[in-house]
């Protein structure tokens, strides 16, 4: 088995907020979905996922009932780190997204800033942020910090400075590239923000957005980052062929790692770089 230092960490993001139900049938919406999805990910290599809930209606919900059945259900089928995204959708309200920790998942998303999110504007205010990141300290549930800005790593830093390093003393960002209005989905854009990173960071993975999915993942697999894939993010496999299932993309962003000598890492060894607690 490949060492931690030698592997890739490879999260899956199944269904996000943004597509509807109506248009994509296949995405994962419901809980009977998301956990097939999970288990399938798992054998295809993923070590993570990275959740947003839909309701009844495969509308994004923020509902604690619906969260923590799903995190309960995914631990108990498979032994993925389960983060839920505290971003919701973009007309989530503020406080409503701080109740995402109430579901007591193993990790949680902190987007760094707000930054305009195609013809809206995902916002994400300092008094926000401070909030989320204390009471995940509190909590033991460990924060991964979404940068979708290059000001968002100016942010992180200002995080640092002010609470402290996270629970369990890890600092693992992702780079969320090719948002329309934000961070280019580019291999420069995302060595410019590695280059900026703080000293405290111990880890990074990388996110492109619809058609800079690929090229993203290979600059990050290439300049030793890891890998956050799914249709969150993208549901075109290639030209012509839309994603029939999360497992796909994982299987090939498990390749390409494999094939860049540094395989997917397990669950164990994911737990050990982003410094989440065993299971009880």
């Known amino acids: 088995m490949a060492t931690a230092a030698s592997a890739t960490l490879i999260t899956v993001a199944p269904t996000g907020a943004e597509h509807a139900k109506a248009d994509v049938p ?125 000001g968002h790593v100016h942010a992180l830093r200002r995080l640092l400075d002010t609470h402290g390093l996270p629970f369990g003393g890890k600092v693992h960002v992702d780079f969320v590239l090719g948002v329309p209005g934000a961070m280019p989905g580019t291999a420069a854009a995302l060595m410019t923000g590695v280059a900026m990173l703080p000293d405290e960071v111990t880890s990074w993975s990388a996110t492109g957005i619809g058609r800079t999915h690929l090229p993203v993942l290979a600059a990050a697999l290439s300049a030793g980052g890891h890998l956050r894939v799914g249709m969150e993010d993208n549901v075109v496999f290639a030209r012509g062929q839309q994603v029939q299932h999360n497992s796909e993309l994982v299987a090939r962003a498990a390749v390409l790692a494999t094939t860049m000598q540094r395989p997917p890492m397990s669950t164990a060894q994911a737990r050990e770089l982003l410094g989440i607690k065993p299971r009880p």
């Open 26 to 150: 296949q995405l994962p919406t419901t809980l009977d979905e998301l956990v097939e999805t999970a288990r399938t990910c798992e054998t295809a290599g993923a070590a993570l996922i990275h959740l947003h809930i839909r309701d009844d209606e495969h509308r994004p919900t923020l509902d604690g009932g619906h969260l923590r059945a799903a995190v309960e259900a995914i631990r108990s089928e498979t032994d993925l780190i389960v983060q839920l995204s505290t971003g919701g959708s973009v007309h989530d309200p503020l406080d409503q997204r701080l109740t995402v920790l109430d579901a007591e998942p193993d990790s949680c998303s902190l987007t760094c800033g707000t930054t305009n999110f195609g013809d809206d504007v995902f916002l994400n205010p300092w008094g926000f942020m401070s909030d989320l990141y204390v009471r995940a300290q509190e909590r033991e549930v460990v924060p991964e910090f979404e940068l979708f800005e290059l």
